[in-house]
């Protein structure tokens, strides 16, 4: 028999196998969404939670915004689906022309898949082929960094550098280097938008191509900024050392931007942020304002053109997705990018950036605050961990800002905020002060 899920005892949880969640824990007292809009879910007791972390850095334009509710429904009921593969329809098309055209540079070419994860393993294959195609199919290395989260198929996996998101799976892609990540409390501590020190972080490139010779190397992937990690904002200069490093030897540079794309950073893109140029950008989450699952990968037009060649019958990239530019997806992912437009939402969160960064480092003093980051609409609040107990107080923290209604996120013992780009500053008031509140509840 089915189980009441109105009223579910925790017997009744245990079918659903949860992601990245303790399933015991979660299930012993469990926390349920049934609904939200605009800045605030709903509960399954009714209670309205503030989203302080939209969605997961993916409701860039608040919850439930009927634009893209409406454009679903229509598209459902025109063309539910149409085969990506030797088809097409023209919501693909329009949606591949639209994104183009706000996409720094020449990033002139999209493919589209349905997860960051699938994006990531998309850009590092796209990165094999053109090198193989330009007649270097032994650049076959990639170079990641520490504290890189770029999702969890074997080959985001691998060049993360999470090591809690390896240990189980010991098998992973050969091949693969990783950079020190630029988190330097010592230097860098409560900094205010990017910290001054540590550009040379990106130095550490050189001795990897020394080792194995640049001839071998592929590309370098890293999140502009790291936002799983808590949000490790780039040192001042940094992507620009990579970015010349890479030039020098003609190796890929490709910046995922799962979540610092589509106004995070008070900017389109990190890369517009930063003014560094990638050569190819992932992006999800925001495409869609994470209300259709949606991915895609831009390539310099020179990525694309150089493997568009060849007798025109054969297939240039042996790649793809039962869902790739899904209907669905492409008729959200539209209707998102006109509220943004529409709205200036990129705009809106740059000129909320220096109000969202005073309100977020009046928590220095709060106790247990060792750390304070922030940019555009994304701030960390990294927490001294408990002795012999890491991760348990800003679980604690968490947990009881949900208590207050307030939605956060814990990554080790970082919170992590990141609220729609529609916050008004009261609300922003209301995510910190109950930070407070709970900073000095918690042990
Ligand atoms: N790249 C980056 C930079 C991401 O942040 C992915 C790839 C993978 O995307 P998918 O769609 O496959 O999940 C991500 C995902 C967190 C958190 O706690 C962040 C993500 C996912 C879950 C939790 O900050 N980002």
């Known amino acids: 028999m ?10 009744d949880l ?10 015991r824990q979660f299930k012993a007292a469990p926390r349920m969404f049934v609904s939200a809009k605009d800045m605030h879910y709903t509960t399954d007791d009714g ?11 993916c409701v860039n334009a608040g919850h439930g915004r009927a634009p893209i509710t409406e454009a679903i429904r229509a598209q459902a009921g025109v063309l539910d689906y149409s085969t990506a593969f030797q088809m097409g329809h023209p919501l693909a098309f329009e949606l591949a022309a639209r994104l183009t055209s706000i996409l720094p540079g020449d990033l002139d070419n999209v493919f589209f898949a349905n997860s960051g994860s699938e994006a990531v393993d998309t ?15 032994g650049r076959t290395r990639f170079i990641g960094r520490e504290r890189a989260y770029h999702g969890s198929g074997f080959g985001g996996m691998s060049v993360g550098g999470i090591e809690a998101n390896r240990d189980q799976f010991g098998n992973i892609l050969s091949g693969i280097d990783h950079l020190p990540h630029t988190h330097d409390p010592a230097r860098n501590g409560f900094s205010r938008g990017q910290p001054e020190h540590g550009a040379e972080f990106a130095d ?6 020394a080792k194995h010779g640049a001839n071998a190397i592929a590309a370098v992937i890293v999140e502009p900024m790291a936002g799983s990690t808590g949000v490790l904002v780039p040192p001042k200069g940094y992507l620009e050392r990579l970015r010349a490093i890479c030039d020098a030897h003609s190796i890929l540079l490709i910046f995922d931007e799962v979540i610092t794309g589509f106004g995070r950073l008070g900017a389109s893109f990190a890369a517009e942020k930063f003014a560094v140029q990638p050569d190819m950008m992932t992006l999800a989450k925001g495409l869609t304002n ?7 990968i831009a390539v310099r037009a020179g990525i694309y053109d150089t493997l568009m060649t060849g007798p025109e019958s054969k297939v240039e990239l042996f790649h793809g997705y039962t869902y790739s530019a899904h209907p669905l997806a492409c008729a959200a992912a539209i209707a998102t990018l006109e509220i943004y437009r529409d709205e200036g939402l990129f705009e809106r969160a740059g000129a909320l950036a220096p109000y969202w960064e005073e309100a977020i480092h009046s928590l220095k003093g709060s106790p247990h605050v060792i750390d304070i980051r922030n940019i555009g609409l994304a701030g960390a609040v990294e927490l001294k961990p408990r002795d012999d107990a890491p991760g348990t ?7 009881g800002c949900f208590e207050e209604e307030v939605m956060v996120r814990q990554s080790g013992d970082t919170l992590a905020l990141a609220p729609p780009l529609i916050v008004s500053e009261a609300q922003i008031d209301q995510l910190v002060e109950t930070l407070r509140t709970i900073l000095n509840r918690i042990a």
Do not use: C
């Open 2 to 11: 089915v189980p009441d899920f109105s009223q579910p005892t925790t017997n």
């Open 14 to 23: 245990a079918r659903y196998w949860m992601p990245f969640t303790a399933n």
């Open 47 to 57: 209670r309205q939670v503030l989203d302080g972390l939209s969605g997961m850095w």
């Open 123 to 137: 850009a590092l294959k796209i990165a094999l082929a053109y090198h193989a195609a330009r007649g270097e199919p």
């Open 204 to 209: 550490a490139l050189e001795p990897l191509i």
């Open 290 to 296: 994470g209300a259709v699952p949606m991915s895609a």
């Open 393 to 399: 107080r800003a679980y604690d923290a968490f947990l």
